[in-house]
């Protein structure tokens, strides 16, 4: 998996419900729809060794969300992964400890999806731990537990250009807006918008794959 090696700044934005505003720039959308909270899927975990925060193609950098404790990072496969739209996402899942090589994957397990893995089918899950073998598995997507303090952080911007990544959300961010204007989603899990200038706060708000709604001032630092 390419690494990401870029700086990170993360802000902390106060969040007001609010509907969405009524003008958009056009931008690629992958709609999911339905969201695919309600449906079982199945297929192989394998293993591709530990990681350090921040080098999938999601770019969750350190310091990572607290709703991530515990929870094992995993490369979903490409399909899935769909440009980026499932970066972050919960996953609660079970292995049989069948399969095959050294390290059964069984009994229950938590994850959050970092990576994206091209090599995979649909339904595999390949965990950034070391291990052996390829196992099978079930698992479902589920909202991240905790407070859903959504921050923000920024790559590589200036105030005529935002590549912001909104994190720490109970479920992945599917839309984002700035001063209303629709950003563009990049590969590796941010939203890009040229434009501005952008100085001092800017109202953003934001629409997950499970139709929460939200808008904030952010102002990058």
């Not at 595999?124 to 291990?131: E, R, V, Y």
């Not at 698992?139 to 005529?160: I, K």
Request: glycine share 10%; net charge negative; hydrophobic share 35%.
């Amino acid at each position: 998996m390419p690494p990401h090696s870029k700086k990170p700044l993360v802000l902390l934005a106060a969040a007001l419900a609010a509907p969405l505003p009524p003008r958009a720039r056009s931008a690629m959308i992958v709609p999911l729809i339905p969201p695919p909270y309600d449906e079982q899927f199945s297929g192989d975990a394998t293993y591709y060794g530990v990681t350090p925060d921040g080098d999938g193609n999601c770019a969750i950098r350190s310091p990572l969300p607290e709703m991530y404790d515990g929870m094992i990072p995993v490369a979903l496969n490409d399909e899935q992964y769909a440009d980026s739209y499932m970066c972050g996402a919960c996953i609660e899942g079970e292995g049989s400890g069948e399969g095959e090589g050294g390290d059964p994957v069984e009994g229950a397990f938590k994850a959050y999806v970092t990576d994206r893995c091209p090599e995979c089918l649909f339904g595999d899950l390949d965990f950034a731990a070391d291990g052996d073998g390829r196992w099978d598995i079930s698992w479902h997507f589920v909202p991240c537990e905790g407070s859903s303090d959504q921050t923000f952080l920024f790559e590589g911007s200036n105030e005529f250009y935002w590549k912001i990544q909104p994190r720490g959300g109970r479920s992945p961010v599917e839309r984002l807006w700035i001063n209303g204007d629709e950003a563009e989603r990049s590969e590796d899990n941010f939203f890009i918008l040229e434009g501005g200038p952008f100085d001092g706060e800017q109202e953003v708000h934001t629409k997950t794959v499970l139709n929460k709604r939200r808008r904030q001032r952010v102002a990058m630092a």
